[in-house]
Structures are given as structure tokens and as C-alpha cells.
């Protein structure tokens, strides 16, 4: 199993010398099944970074679980995550630098992890042949990393991340830098990859043009979950996930907590307090800040 599962995750980062507490993560719920293409979108400061790096075992959740198959990666040592992510996670980083040898060329940045496989030489340049088709990169296979263009040095790195055989692969920003044709090739890319070799692939980040690329877009921010563009069966689920067509929808996660859409929100002047009353017919009304008489019935 390859897919994963996130239930109220937690990270607080804090400053020792301050005392300063920041929540980077405040709940966040979402589920990627195996074999599944899925995108996570959302602004500067939304929590995108923290949680690509809780993912890859390179930063420890402060509470929640996170599971990637049948393993929840926030009980391994740190020795076990390395092994853990060596073998089952691919990682595609925004700058090239961080995926790429510069001062190797495209064909040999992809053997390189090939070789680290063991496969033998055959068997490496076989897979060599059917990545570098798979990716249309085969007439620059002899160009140096320094002399390929950004969506080509994209292109390259997936295959150094296909290379190793993962059963997920992490995206971060992957075409932060690149003008939209290149974007709209990516996409398709990792929909062909997807199709073709089954791995579960999580595209984490803030370009809107991601949000109905792939069959599920999940929308973050300020930490949680705040909306997703397809409705989930809830057998999958322990917790429910609402789908949110519009900006007037909001998702109610695993720790019961809804955010108001900001066009609701600027509406009225609300503050902490909510109160509830449930009818028998099992209907309900809200009243905002109850003690405030201007304070109208929702």
C-alpha cells in the first residue's frame, strides 16, 4: 500500500530565545489513496513547505498521524525514516540545483540512482531507454544539466525521482518557475506518469492552474484544510471531507473545526463566540456573537 493518510496534523514551531510559539500546521486532515495524482494548493505561509518536509521524515509533527502506506512515519527513529524515504519516496524539489548534478549530463544524472539500485548494467540502460521516451527528453540525453532549459531540467529531475523506483513521489513547487506552456506540459507529464506507472504523486503548490489539473485538489491554508474539489467516499474515511464547488463552501475536519469562507466572513462582524440551537426536526440555526443584539440569526 502507497497511499496517504493524514489526520490532524500538528506542527508548532518554537523560538527558544523568544518564547514565541507559530503554528505552521493546525489540524490538517487530507487522503491520497494509492496510485492516486493529487495537488495541494494554497498561499505563501499556508503550511505547504512544513508539510512536504513531515511527509519526508526532514521535520517532526508537533501531534496528528501520518501515514504513508500502512506506516505512520511519526513513530520511526530518524535512522528508520531514512531507510523509510530511501526506499519508498521520491522527491522533486522547485530548484534544479537540489535535484540535479550540474556537471553531470541528463543521461547520466538518471543512471545514477539506477546504479544505486544495483541493477545491473543491462537492466539500467533499459530503464534508461523507457524513462527517457516516457519523458521526451532522449535528444538531450547528452546535454549537460547547465545547458537545458527549466522545463527540461523539470522533465530531467522526474526521471532521476523515477528512477529510484518510488511508490510516492513529492512534488514541491515543481513548475514555480516556468511560463505556462511548460506548466500545462508538467501537468500532463505527471498524468502520463501517473497512468503509466501507477506511483502515487502529490503535487504541493501555489499555482491556482494546479486546482482541476488532476482529479483531486486539495486547497489549504493558514494551516488546515480548506477545501477539496471532489467529494470522497466516506467509507475510505474516518473523518468527513466535504467538497467545495464554490468559495462559499467550507470543509468541517477531524478536530470539528470550520473556517468561514472570507465572503462570508466580510459580511458581518463577527467574532469568537457561536452559539447553536437544534430544532426536532433536527435543523439547526447559528447565531453569531449571541450577547451582541445587532447580532443576526443564520
Not at 39 to 48: D, N, Q, R, V
Not at 191 to 197: H, P, R, S
Not at 229 to 246: A, C, G, T, Y
Amino acid at each position: 500500500m502507497s497511499g496517504i493518510y493524514v489526520k490532524d496534523l500538528i506542527k508548532v514551531y518554537h523560538d527558544p530565545e523568544t518564547d514565541v510559539r507559530v503554528s505552521a500546521l493546525r489540524g490538517l486532515d487530507l487522503f491520497v489513496k494509492e496510485g492516486e495524482v493529487a495537488s495541494i494548493i494554497g498561499p505563501s505561509g499556508a503550511g505547504k513547505s512544513t508539510l512536504i518536509k513531515i511527509l519526508c521524515g526532514l521535520e517532526t509533527a508537533s501531534g496528528g498521524s501520518v501515514y504513508i502506506g500502512d506506516t505512520n512515519i511519526i513513530e520511526l527513529s530518524e535512522k528508520e525514516m531514512q531507510t523509510f524515504r530511501f526506499k519508498n519516496i521520491g522527491i522533486i524539489n522547485q530548484f534544479v540545483a537540489q535535484n540535479l548534478l550540474p556537471n553531470l549530463t541528463v543521461e547520466q544524472n538518471i543512471l545514477l540512482p539506477l546504479k544505486m539500485r544495483y541493477a545491473s548494467k543491462q537492466r539500467a540502460r533499459k530503464e534508461l531507454e523507457e524513462l527517457l521516451s516516457a519523458l521526451n527528453i532522449e535528444r538531450i540525453r547528452y546535454n549537460p544539466v547547465t545547458k537545458i532549459s527549466g522545463g527540461e531540467a523539470v522533465r530531467t529531475s522526474i526521471g532521476v525521482t523515477l528512477a529510484k523506483k518510488p511508490k510516492i513521489i513529492l512534488a514541491d513547487e515543481p513548475t514555480g518557475q516556468l511560463d505556462t506552456a511548460n506548466t500545462n506540459n508538467i501537468i500532463e507529464t505527471f498524468k502520463e506518469l501517473n497512468e503509466a506507472f501507477n506511483t502515487t504523486i502529490l503535487v504541493v503548490t501555489h499555482d491556482l492552474r494546479f486546482r482541476n489539473a488532476f482529479n483531486k485538489s486539495y486547497i489549504i491554508r493558514d494551516g488546515r484544510l480548506v477545501g477539496v474539489n471532489v467529494e470522497m467516499d466516506r467509507s475510505e474515511l474516518d473523518f468527513l471531507i466535504k467538497p467545495q464547488e464554490s468559495s462559499l463552501q467550507s470543509v468541517i475536519d477531524s478536530s470539528q473545526f470550520v473556517r468561514l469562507p472570507d465572503e462570508v466572513y466580510q459580511t458581518g462582524e463577527f467574532k469568537h463566540i457561536v452559539e447553536f440551537d437544534i430544532h426536532p426536526s433536527k435543523k439547526f440555526s447559528i447565531l453569531f456573537n449571541p450577547n451582541d443584539k445587532k447580532s443576526k440569526n443564520h
